[in-house]
């Protein structure tokens, strides 16, 4: 299963991931950076990205969540924590960028 990332330079980038995932851990295992302080506990919010193709198919998003994004800045309607959320299948194809 593949997921691209639009990266800060607006280059794509387009891995392969596992089932079970975070978008964080794919990111960190690839080599592409994604700020992240709480090491993917969902507190910080510096793992914010922007779902640009795909939203309709992840978990829908949990309190935790949404409270620790009110904390991020430049939050919109496409806006998740990478570290929150976990690919399946349905997630393959994927796209999310990295502000």
């Given at each position: 299963?593949?997921?691209?990332?639009?990266?800060?330079?607006?280059?794509?980038?387009?891995?392969d991931?596992?089932?079970?995932?975070?978008?964080?851990?794919?990111?960190?295992?690839?080599?592409?950076?994604?700020?992240?302080?709480?090491?993917?506990?969902?507190?910080?919010?510096?793992?914010?990205?922007?779902?640009?193709?795909?939203?309709?198919?992840?978990?829908e998003?949990?309190?935790?969540?949404?409270?620790?994004?009110?904390?991020?800045?430049?939050?919109?309607?496409n806006?998740?924590?990478?570290?929150?959320?976990?690919?399946?299948?349905?997630?393959?194809?994927?796209?999310?960028?990295?502000?």
């Amino acid at each position: 299963m593949k997921i691209s990332f639009i990266l800060q330079d607006n280059s794509e980038r387009t891995v392969d991931f596992i089932e079970g995932e975070t978008i964080l851990q794919i990111a960190k295992k690839n080599g592409i950076h994604i700020k992240h302080n709480c090491e993917g506990f969902g507190v910080c919010g510096q793992c914010h990205v922007l779902i640009e193709d795909g939203a309709e198919n992840l978990s829908e998003i949990s309190d935790l969540e949404m409270t620790t994004l009110d904390k991020a800045n430049n939050v919109t309607i496409n806006s998740r924590l990478a570290c929150r959320i976990i690919l399946n299948k349905n997630n393959d194809g994927l796209k999310v960028r990295i502000p």
